[in-house]
């Protein structure tokens, strides 16, 4: 198993340039995630799918769109990046332990700077 | 709203020196409380899971614990290659969403 995948490792954009972030995962897992993770503030959910078809916002979604027509890919797409939005991303894909909780895989990350 | 505050936010110990990392959490009704290993400029490693009170897992120099307010990480003769940030995190019962602390930073000198 590849595990969680994410491409690219690093990206440079300039404001207002749109982009998509690639995330695949083979482990058939229900749920995927993405995170944003900065200096002082942890790791921050964005969006998140608990299957094929369904998404939901996360803590900081503005500015990001999710899809997911497949349940081995989530991609994440910037619409208009802003320096805010330089980051460390982070996408993430879990199964659930009936009746508990769930135990979730993280991906190697996309460094992002926006000029 | 969910509340997880770890401390230290930094930690330095001599190889073999014991010690235990602190996860303080505020949550309406705990599904799981994660902790996570993540090195520079990597993705966090899943370590555990803990779902209830009482409950301790181990693996290796690591042993989690949980209480109805907080998780304590213990490392128990640590080596250099323990370093790395840890990181705690709480899922609900109603909700799917994680939500994480700000982590420790462990360095182990040899």
């Known amino acids: 198993n590849a595990g969680v995948t994410q491409t690219p490792k690093f990206q440079v954009l300039k404001t207002g340039q749109s982009m998509t972030l690639q995330c695949a995962q083979d482990m058939n897992h229900e749920y995927m995630s993405w995170y944003r993770q900065d200096p002082g503030m942890g790791l921050r959910l964005i969006h998140y799918?608990?299957?094929?078809?369904?998404?939901d916002q996360g803590e900081v979604p503005n500015g990001y769109n999710v899809s997911r027509s497949t349940t081995e890919d989530f991609p994440l797409r910037l619409l208009s990046a802003a320096p805010s939005q330089t980051s460390v991303y982070f996408c993430?894909?879990?199964?659930?332990?009936?009746?508990?909780?769930?135990?979730?895989?993280f991906g190697p990350g996309t460094r992002l700077t926006v000029t | 709203e969910d509340q997880v505050t770890q401390s230290p936010e930094a930690l330095r110990l001599q190889e073999g020196e014991s010690s235990s990392l602190n996860c303080s959490y505020t949550v309406s009704g705990l599904r799981g409380l994660f902790w996570y290993r993540q090195d520079p400029g990597k993705g966090p490693e899943f370590l555990f899971t803990l779902y209830s009170a009482g409950e301790e897992k181990e693996k290796e120099r690591l042993k989690a614990t949980l209480t109805k307010k907080e998780s304590f990480l213990h490392i128990t003769a640590p080596k250099p290659e323990d370093s790395a940030t840890y990181l705690c995190a709480v899922q609900e019962k109603a909700g799917n969403m994680l939500t994480f602390g700000g982590g420790t930073r462990l360095m182990v000198k040899p």
């Open positions: 993430a894909s879990s199964y659930s332990v009936p009746g508990q909780g769930y135990e979730q895989y």
């Open positions: 799918s608990v299957g094929a078809g369904i998404t």
